[in-house]
């Protein structure tokens, strides 16, 4: 890369930290992933400050157009960020789906107390929790 490159490089990175550090300060962006883009960003320094290293490594992986390696290591680090976050949407879909089960069980034991009865806690064998007094696993109202 030329000179004029690195020297953007360098610009557009320190612009980038300076917005990640904002966004974590106004808690717009959590710090765990906060983390991930500041990684990036101080790869990128690197990058810029050294101007013959990405030619050097392109060069010691056989790759002889240089901007070919920066739009490979780009598409790697979109995979691993797309991994990440496809375990934190399983994550959280989980977490959902047991708090709403919890829900249903905690709505199903106040209609109970309201219509003057008692709610069962399924240790006398009568009802489990989350089933309906009449036996049929219907919860809520």
């Known amino acids: 890369m030329s000179t004029r490159a ?6 557009l ?3 980038a930290i300076f917005v990640i550090i904002r966004l974590v300060r106004r808690r717009h962006l959590k710090a765990k992933y906060s983390l991930l883009w500041l990684t990036l960003g101080g790869f990128m320094v690197v990058i810029a400050a050294v101007p013959g290293l990405l ?3 392109a060069a010691r992986l056989g790759i002889y157009y240089e901007p070919t390696l920066l739009i490979l290591l780009g598409l790697a680090l979109l ?3 797309v991994m990440h976050f496809s375990y934190e949407l399983s994550r959280m879909e989980n977490r959902v789906r047991t708090l709403a089960e919890e829900s249903a069980i ?3 034991r106040v209609a109970a107390l309201e219509s003057g009865g008692s709610p069962s806690n399924g240790t006398d064998g009568t009802d489990a929790p989350g089933t309906a007094p ?6 809520g109202p």
């Open 79 to 81: 995979l691993l960020i």
């Open 6 to 11: 690195h020297i953007a490089l360098a610009v």
């Open 55 to 57: 030619d050097w490594t």
């Open 134 to 139: 009449d036996g049929t696993g219907a919860i």
């Open 106 to 108: 905690l709505r199903h």
């Open 13 to 15: 990175v320190a612009l």
